[in-house]
């Protein structure tokens, strides 16, 4: 067991109070980190507040040297790093090497984003030129499910904008990041970067922390409302990555052969633990039982374990909480009546957080199942009829974060696409983010963007200079 030291003011500290993080695939402690509250968090602002004087002042291309170098150290330690992510967050070791190595190429990627002066007036009269400038410090706080991916895609815009951050990341996962932490202190400038570990109530800490000027925040819609209200106070910039409850639609010229692999994925990657995982599988009446039956064939293929072994497929639920909670919901599935395709009749006793891949057989709508975002390897196959029907349906929802469409006629696949309301629309694959489009829900999937210039946007306040050319001075 190793302990992990935070990163304040460009020093790896530790307060002598410790939180254990457990391995979910065997429930053994595989780490330790400090149990950090307001003291540590003041040192830690009151740092980023020193840097980002510095900072904001700090050409472009300096910044972005910086980033690249953040990208550089975690692909060239990348072996470590994948290794220690499946120790403490379960997913198999080749989904723990896309992200370590995602989350390098999206910071070398973000690192080339710029936010350009906009003139919007040059004539005899005025010369009137918008430009962006960082809003300060930044609280960023981040979930269990893709602890890299969302930390670096929470530092990565803030210091190409000038912005300094005090980054917290969840509980349940916080050794990797913070030895991220380790390798990247003597790359960023002392202070531009804080890294501290903590419970929950830290969180709340961060949210109204007076001399913190903008929140970016991922993880449950739940916890997005309670940002928003503690952000309100002194009216901080907030963005929010929420909740979803994707829809994947497929039409009935898909491929079943084809198609079913890819859908499975699009459910059970990361044990189902993803934002933008398909939670509800809409497929058309007329190939509804053959592909229902590719799925869950190939489901009976994959095997669920722990994510250091070889040939696993899908891993562990990441924590207890959400282990229990995913078993509730399987069990209501059971109570009711519902038919499964696959799971839900094992037993998931035992060491570790194991779910078996659980595939349920056109549930009701208001299936609880269906209704709310499991967040664990369940996925509901609900048959369709007509595509009015199946747009009402996949809108019914408070979720808009993502869906697909899957169709050899990609005209069609756009139409339904447009009446989708959610912030990502896939034709025909899943999950695919780019570094250089916004990605963000609607409705209460979430609150502004990451991802693109719209994403670094955020992280900044226009500010319109005008210099009045004809006046009389
Ligand atoms: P969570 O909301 O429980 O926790 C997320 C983070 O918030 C953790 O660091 C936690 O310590 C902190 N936190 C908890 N209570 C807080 C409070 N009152 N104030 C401030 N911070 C607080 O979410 P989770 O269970 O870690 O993650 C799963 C959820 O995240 C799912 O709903 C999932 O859909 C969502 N998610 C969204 C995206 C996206 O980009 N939209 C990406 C990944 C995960």
């Excluded at 044990?271 to 509804?288: E, F, S």
Aim: hydrophobic share 40%; proline share 5%; net charge negative.
């Amino acid at each position: 067991m190793t302990d992990y030291k935070n990163l304040i003011d460009g020093e790896m500290v530790d307060n002598g109070e410790w939180l254990e993080v457990l391995n979910p695939a065997n429930e053994q402690v595989v780490g330790r980190v400090p149990a950090c509250g307001k003291d540590e968090l003041d040192r830690a602002v009151a740092a980023a507040r020193r840097a980002f004087k510095e900072w904001k002042k700090t050409p472009q291309e300096e910044r972005q040297k910086v980033v690249q170098g953040i990208a550089a150290a975690i692909k060239g330690n990348a072996d470590e790093l994948y290794r220690l992510l499946t120790s403490e967050q379960g997913k198999p070791h080749t989904q723990a090497q896309q992200e370590i190595y995602g989350a390098a190429g999206l910071a070398a990627a973000q690192s080339t984003l710029t936010l350009d002066d906009v003139i919007s007036q040059d004539d005899d009269t005025r010369l009137s030129r918008t430009r962006r400038v960082p809003v300060g410090v930044v609280g960023g706080i981040v979930p269990w499910n893709f602890p890299i991916m969302m930390a670096i895609q929470k530092i990565v815009p803030a210091l190409v904008a000038g912005c300094t951050i005090v980054l917290k990341p969840s509980p349940f996962t916080p050794l990797t990041t913070l030895r991220i932490a380790e390798l990247i202190k003597d790359v960023v400038p002392a202070g531009t970067v804080n890294i501290i570990t903590g419970e929950d109530t830290l969180g709340p800490l961060i949210t109204e922390h007076p001399d913190i000027d903008k929140i970016t925040f991922t993880g449950s819609t739940a916890t997005g409302k309670k940002i928003m209200a503690g952000a309100s106070g002194d009216l901080k910039r907030i963005t929010l990555e929420l909740g979803g409850n994707d829809a994947s639609i497929v039409l009935p010229d898909a491929d079943v052969e084809k198609v079913a692999e890819q859908l499975f994925w699009s459910s059970f990657s990361n044990a189902g633990q993803v934002c933008i995982a398909a939670k509800r599988v809409y497929i058309h009446k007329d190939i509804y039982d053959d592909l229902s039956k590719a799925i869950a064939a190939y489901a009976n293929t994959v095997v669920v374990g722990d994510g250091s072994q070889q040939g696993t497929g899908v891993g562990p639920i990441q924590n207890k909480k959400q282990y229990e909670r995913v078993l509730e919901l399987i069990q209501d599935a059971k109570d009711n009546g519902y038919k499964f395709l696959t799971g839900g009749d094992k037993d998931p006793s035992g060491t570790g957080y194991y779910v078996p891949i659980t595939i349920l057989d056109n549930p009701p709508e208001d299936a609880r199942i269906v209704a709310e975002e499991q967040f664990g390897p369940v996925m509901p196959l609900l048959k369709f009829d007509t595509i009015d029907e199946v747009i009402e349906r996949a809108n019914n929802s408070d979720y808009g974060l993502a869906g697909a469409v899957w169709t050899k006629d990609t005209d069609k696949g756009v139409e339904i696409a447009e009446q989708l309301e959610t912030g990502t629309v896939w034709i025909n694959e899943f999950m695919h983010l780019s570094p250089f489009a916004p990605f963000g829900g609607h409705k209460q999937s979430g609150f502004g963007a990451e991802y693109g210039v719209d994403g670094l946007k955020e992280f900044t306040y226009p500010q319109v200079i005008t210099v009045k050319r004809d006046a009389a001075v």
